[in-house]
Every structure is written in C-alpha cells, then in structure tokens.
C-alpha cells in the first residue's frame, strides 16, 4: 500500500485521524487526557489483552460514514476499531459513565479492600479507577471469596483475594517466556492465578508479571512491607545487563535502594524502548541489584503531580542556603540532639532494603544476632 | 494620611481641668474597680490540683488503639505519615508470624512506630487519616520535659494496655478508677 488512508473518528467531540485498524482505545489515548477510557486489562505491550474487564466501555453514536446507525449497545473501545467517521462518546455519555460505576462495584465484589496492608497501594489501578469512576457504597452483603497467600517462586508473592482476573500476567509470563508455568484454573468465581501443582516460576523474565498486575495480586516479595511507595523517591537509572535492556527505576529512600521495576509511561505501562521494543527487565535486575553502585543514576523519575507518590517531591525547588554558619563566623550549630541517639526507627546500622523478604518481629529484636 | 480603621482616635492635648489636675478621683475610681473584683467569680484554677474539663474534640497526646482482644490495630499503611503536615510520624512495618496472630490484628503491622512530640501540632490530621481505627488523640497533654529526647514516643509510650491482661491498667488510663 502506497498511501495508507487514515480513518476519522470522533471521540467526546475531539477529531483525530487514526490508522485503520487502531483500536477505540488507542486513538482515544492518542488524545489524552480524560478522554481515553480507563483500562484494567488492556496492555498494548502485550498481544491478545483486553475484552476481559469491561471497564473501558464506550458508546459508539455512530458507527461510520457509510453506515452512520448507533452500536445497540455499549462497546469494550480495547477490542473494538474504528471506522471512519465513527463517533464516539466516552464521558459525555451518562450511559458509560452508569455502566462504568457498575463495572466498579462489580469488580470490587470480592476485593478485599486491604488497602492498608497492599503493596501496590498508591500506584493501584484499581484504586485511581474506583476513586474516578466508581460509587461510594456497594450493594453486596455476602462472604467475600478468600484464597490462601501463595508464593509464586522465591521472589513473587501471589494475594489471590485481590486479583480481578485481568488475565495480564498470563500473557506475560506467555509471550515473554518460552515456557509458560501458569496460568488460570477452574471458572467463573473460583477461578484463580495458580501454578500447576505449586511449580515455582524460575524463566529471567517473569519477574514483570509484578509490573503489568493492575492491582496488588502479584508483588514483589523483596520489597514486600518495606515502605509505602508514597515514601519512596523513583529515580531512573540504567546498567549494563546482559539478559535485558537495563533501564530501570530505583525506588529510594534515603540511600537505600528498596526496590526496582520497569519504567511505566502515563498509561501504567511498561515504556518502549528508541527501537520499538518494550523495556521489559530481568529478574536479576529487578530483585538482586539493591546497590547504587550496580547502577548509573539518570535523574529523578517525572510522577504526575496528581499521584500521591509526588508529594513531598518539588520540582525546580530553591532550597535557601545555610546562613548560620556566615553568621556565626564558620562555627558550626551545635547540634542538641542526634535523633538516631533516641530513634528507633530507620537506624543507620539496620538496611531494610537488604532482608530478603518481608521483615518479621527477628528483624526488629536487639536482643537477637543479626543473620548478615 | 487615610485612616485605615474608623476606631483611631487623636490624642487629646488640651491641658488637665481642674477636676483632672486633682488625681484623687480618678485613683479612687481605679481602687473600686480593683476592690470589686474581690466579690467576682475567681476565673483561674489551681492546675495541678484542679482540672478544667476537656472539649470532647480535644486534641492532645496520641494513643495506639488495640482492639477487644488486645491485638494493634496499626497495619503500618502509612496514611498518618502522609497526612501529617509536620512530618512528626515515622514507622517501619514487619509481617506477622505464625503464632503472633493474639499480638497483631492484621498480617502487616507496625514494628516500630514514633512520634517526634517536638515536631507535632495537634491537628489530629492523623487520627482522620487513619483507616484502622488505631490512633487517637487523647485528652491528656504531653508531659514537660528538661531533655530533647523525652520527646521521641515509641510504640511502648503510645500503646494502650492491654483490656484482657491489663483490664485495671486500662481503666485507670481512662480514668474510671
């Protein structure tokens, strides 16, 4: 094809000329901003994603210029593509929004709500997507389903109770590793993310199942109840790694390096790479490389002020300078008291970001040896 | 120059009046008001030994809530932190062993959990914040103290004790001796 013609589609009043066969989704995130409806399955890294979780329906007013008949009912915009002329309404629907607020209260049916405990807090999708478009209140009144903790290998720690079957992992865990280890049994609500016959999952690559999991149903065990990410400072940084692309964000607090993960566009996505490839990393990266000298230090990670992961984080800030020191003529402030002298907390001789997993009472007992 | 209130007055210049140059009358005057103050109500209290009432929204030194069974109820979600504006609360949390379950109500607790009482303001930010019920202003008033570090609380200062091994404890803190 010589000229590719481009389709026009319309979505909340916005223009845009798209390629045939982009999805609704897609040219909707071209424009940004509220128009693109939220995703919590959908990956655009990861082929086959999306249809699974209904969030992001949108109502289609007219379907295209040679057949301009309204779509009967709302469509998923992840598995649906465009036409040309096709018009679409997203949050200027009431229908979508309706609908939407029910897909919430749906997918929050067996949701824990343990939030306060969930590593994944603060950068949940679940959370912004309920906080955006969900309702205050839920109408179910029965047991919740609950599923034991389950270790997913060493490194990956698996909340059944908190999944809502995106199905994201097991594409990852399909079309990043050559073989694929697990995947989903039974149906419908006793479905769950399992490995057969508790087979841990040793391929480089599954460590971003932890990345593409919308919510805290897989996290990492490394960082697990180590800080809130609210607390922690991402900073990019690449290194040298044999096995992947080695561009990382380093969560830090402090000097410590607590955790490490890919680096996320605005979409929760896992970036592209200059060469189209998508900057998955390794597991050795991810879980073993907990000092700053493994890595070079780009600059601080760009967070969306409205994430509460920015707060605390000015940016083009003037810090003013010491003048007690010029005015005392070089004599330093005495200082009155050295907090770590009365602190417990965050003391210099214990690092929490080098326990292996998750600290326990041992950690925190002085009367017992330390095991490094 | 414009006013800037209506209430300024302009100082009064004129030379005393008779009446003024005499003083007498006026002292008079100011010993009467003074004198009567005798047979007012007394508005001050004698502290230590008397107590004013406290509002009920009183804010003073925090407490960590346990729950009927006497586990914490703190989880370590880190939402006081975040939210106090004095940045007075640090923390560290650590996962719940097998057989600690009577100690902590949830899997993640708060193994270390600090106040800087030098750095707090009282605004009760974090009692808001919190989603587990686990800390509260009380109504008492952070004691005074000669040396800096008295101020840093842990968990052991802000714990409440106990209601099943130390019921009587409890009660007296809650001043139903």
Request: with cysteine.
């Amino acid at each position: 094809m010589s000229e590719q013609q481009l389709f026009k589609v319309t979505i909340d009043n916005i223009t845009i000329e798209v390629a045939p066969g982009t999805s609704i989704l897609e040219a909707a995130r071209k424009i940004g901003g509220d128009v693109a409806p939220p995703a919590m399955c959908f990956y655009s890294k990861l082929k086959g994603s999306g249809g699974k979780c209904r969030t992001c329906l949108v109502e289609v007013s007219k379907g295209s210029e040679k057949d301009p008949r309204p779509m009967p009912k709302l469509v998923a915009s992840c598995r649906t593509t465009v036409m040309d002329g096709m018009e679409v309404k997203n949050i200027t629907s009431e229908r979508v929004v309706d609908a939407r607020a029910g897909v919430v209260e749906m997918l929050l049916i067996n949701h824990p709500l343990d939030c306060p405990i969930c590593d994944q807090a603060g950068e949940c999708h679940l959370q912004d997507l309920s906080y955006e478009h969900g309702r205050e209140g839920t109408r179910y009144e029965f047991q919740r389903r609950t599923f034991e903790k389950h270790d997913l290998g060493e490194y990956i720690q698996l909340h059944m109770t908190r999944c809502i079957l995106c199905y994201r992992c097991v594409f990852t865990a399909d079309q990043l590793t050559n073989k694929r280890e697990h995947g989903i049994l039974s149906r419908g609500d006793h479905a769950e993310i399992a490995t057969y016959i508790e087979k841990s999952l040793d391929n480089d690559f599954i460590g971003n199942v932890i990345d593409v999991c919308p919510v805290g149903a897989l996290t990492d065990r490394t960082f697990r109840f180590k800080n809130r990410v609210w607390f922690l400072k991402p900073v990019d940084a690449h290194r040298d790694c044999p096995t992947c692309s080695g561009q990382v964000t380093l969560w830090y607090r402090g000097d410590e390096v607590f955790r490490v993960t890919a680096r996320k566009d605005e979409w929760g996505e896992v970036e592209s790479l200059p060469d189209g490839t998508t900057a998955w990393i390794c597991n050795t990266c991810r879980f073993d490389k907990k000092h700053t000298g493994d890595w070079v230090i780009e600059g601080p990670r760009k967070i969306s002020r409205h994430s509460v992961i920015s707060q605390g984080h000015y940016v083009g800030m003037h810090k003013p300078e010491e003048t007690i020191e010029k005015v005392l003529h070089g004599r330093k402030p005495r200082l009155m008291m050295d907090i770590h002298s009365v602190s417990q907390v965050n003391q210099p001789n214990i690092d929490l970001s080098q326990i292996e997993g998750p600290a326990h009472s041992d950690d925190f007992n002085p009367a017992l040896p330390k095991k490094d | 120059m414009q006013n800037l209130t209506h209430r300024s007055k302009d100082v009064d210049r004129r030379p005393l009046s008779l009446w003024e140059k005499m003083y007498i009358p006026s002292v008079a005057k100011g010993m009467s008001i003074t004198f009567g103050h005798m047979f007012k109500k007394v508005p001050t209290i004698r502290y230590p030994e008397e107590t004013r009432p406290f509002s009920p929204v009183f804010r003073g030194l925090h407490v960590l809530n346990r729950d009927e069974e006497g586990r914490e109820r703190c989880t370590a979600c880190g939402l006081c932190a975040v939210a106090c504006p004095a940045e007075a609360i640090t923390m560290e949390a650590a996962e719940r062993k097998a057989g600690e379950e009577n100690l902590y109500r949830e899997e993640k607790y708060a193994a270390r959990y600090e106040i800087n009482m030098l750095r707090c303001i009282f605004c009760g930010l974090c009692e808001e914040a919190c989603p587990k019920d686990a800390i509260y202003l009380s109504e008492t008033f952070a004691p005074s103290n000669y040396a800096r570090k008295g101020f840093i609380y842990g968990k052991e200062d802000l714990l409440i004790p106990d209601p099943k091994t130390q019921a009587s404890d409890l009660a007296a803190a809650k001043g139903q001796e």
